[in-house]
């Protein structure tokens, strides 16, 4: 009986491990492009890799024609474990978060997550960018 308890409290013990290992740490977005006044902004991303609530990658905004406006930095957005389990539910996710590009100039960062399926679906993220809103639609794909 002894034994039966030991084995029972070490089972229980890696449950949140086996939970943790199960869990998204990667997110792909594509590039994504949006019209500005006689131009176009392309936001490129690379993979978010997550650590904890916060989801962080690097970005390169290439502004066309006027390239000396183009920009790269860092993206950090906030994903909370409820709002993944949300999403797997087929719930639409809002969230925020914060940029800073080479200059180290911040750009508040919003958006939502409208799931197709439990790890993929369509993007809409908002930078804000001094007295401009670039708005950006896409798609994502959540991996292990």
Known sequence: MRFAAVLLA??????????????????????????????SVTLTTCTFERSGDRWSTTYNAKVFPWFPWSEHGEITITVTDAALARLAKGETVEFTGDAQNHKKKPRKVTGRAQPANDHAGKIKVRIHVDDVELIFNGSYELSR
């Open 10 to 39: 070490c089972l229980f013990a890696t449950l949140p491990a086996r939970a943790a290992e199960a869990a998204f740490m990667r997110a792909t977005v594509p590039a994504m492009k949006t019209s500005i006044y006689v131009g």
